[in-house]
């Protein structure tokens, strides 16, 4: 079956500092999703990726999809405590859907 | 308005017992989901269901049956309640598409099973 693996699984850093978290497949992917879970909270979507090699977008957020796709990368620049949560990729193989593990961000002030 | 809501917030019951938990979604999605959510976080898959299909997880234990009595209602029933299915579970919903839209979930229902 399907893999997913996210590293890290823990990250803390300074507010002001970057963050990556990555995603990596066993098999190709028909698409991504990401998904930002704050503690306590549900999860809330973030992206999707379709397209190999895919970048994206959202403000201080960059997305990318890998040419083979099956690895993808959440990059936030200059965190801010409002960073803080576990971010999901969700990973679509067509037939089912299936969540990461999770990095789970702390950000400290 | 509450996009996707679910009943209860917080359910708590012996091993055993039975117990159903309620969703609701007001977006008009065709596919519905439910999510169950470990102590360690794992989201895993447990159903997904639109009209046509009922699509299930083959790890989900059959005391576990999804209900849905209309295109936005999808409940989860749970059978002889045991230790192990302590857990926060999610409902989720989402357009029907290839590529898969996104999904939007619902606040989650924790489950304590004593």
């Known amino acids: 079956g399907q893999q997913v693996m996210q590293i890290p699984q823990y990250q803390h850093v300074q507010e002001g500092e970057d963050f990556t978290t990555y995603c990596n497949s066993s098999?190709?992917?028909?698409?991504i999703q990401w998904y930002k879970q704050r503690p306590g909270g549900h999860p809330v979507f973030l992206i999707q990726l379709v397209k190999s090699g895919e970048v994206k977008k959202q403000k201080r957020l960059t997305f990318q999809f890998g040419e083979a796709k099956k690895n993808s990368s959440l990059h936030i620049t200059a965190t801010q405590t409002t960073d803080v949560g576990t971010y999901f990729c969700a990973c679509d193989y067509g037939q089912n859907f299936v969540f990461g593990p999770g990095t789970r961000l702390s950000v400290l002030p | 308005d509450t996009a996707v809501s679910q009943t209860p917030k917080y359910l708590v019951t012996q091993m055993g017992n039975d117990k159903s938990i309620k969703c609701e979604q007001n977006?008009?999605?065709?596919?519905m989901y439910w999510y169950k959510q470990d102590s360690k976080k794992f989201l895993k898959i447990m159903f997904s269901?639109?009209?046509?299909?009922?699509?299930i997880n083959e790890t989900v234990p059959n005391r576990f049956s999804p209900k849905s009595p209309d295109k936005a209602h999808l409940n989860l029933h749970i059978n002889s309640l045991e230790l192990g299915d302590s857990a926060v579970y999610f409902c989720?919903?989402?357009?029907?598409?290839?590529?898969?839209?996104?999904?939007?979930f619902g606040p989650g229902t924790r489950l304590t099973v004593t």
């Open positions: 989720a919903s989402s357009r029907l598409g290839v590529p898969s839209y996104e999904q939007y």
């Open positions: 098999t190709t992917l028909s698409n």
């Open positions: 977006l008009g999605h065709d596919t």
């Open positions: 269901y639109n009209n046509k299909e009922l699509i």
